[in-house]
Nanobody, 124 residues
Framework: QVQLVESGGGLVQAGGSLRLSCAAS????????KGWFRQAPGKERELVAA????????YYVNSVKGRFTISRDNAKNTVYLQMNSLKPEDTAVYYC?????????????????WGQGTQVTVSS
């Protein structure tokens, strides 16, 4: 089984930056496509960014394009989300997740393994 542990959340002012990390462990953990989701109060969980194991393909939701960058270090079994120019609308609990294959997918149901979530709060 795969376990995911997130870190890097916190409180920042609008315009600031944070980098989230998600360390994975377990059999073949680095072979899976991985993604970052977020869920704000009263909102549905949405995929923010996703990446294949070789980093050849990435996905970003329109609202974060140009501001967020997803990357991964397979030697460390870690995926990152660099968040720049943060806005109050980015405030949410951020979750990392892994699929059981290497295809990008936007629906949460397509992800098998989940972290516990880390809070990101952006003040105005």
């Amino acid at each position: 089984q795969v376990q995911l542990v997130e870190s890097g959340g916190g409180l920042v002012q609008a315009g600031g930056s944070l980098r989230l990390s998600c360390a994975a462990s377990g059999r073949t953990a680095s072979n899976y496509a991985k993604g970052w989701f977020r869920q704000a109060p009263g909102k549905e969980r949405e995929l923010v960014a996703a990446i294949t194991w070789s980093s050849t393909y990435t996905y970003y939701v329109n609202s974060v394009k140009g501001r967020f960058t997803i990357s991964r270090d397979n030697a460390k079994n870690t995926v990152y989300l660099q968040m720049n120019s943060l806005k109050p609308e980015d405030t949410a609990v951020y979750y990392c997740a892994a699929r059981s294959d290497n295809y990008l997918y936007t629906n949460p149901i397509g992800y098998t393994y989940w972290g516990q979530g880390t809070q990101v709060t952006v003040s105005s």
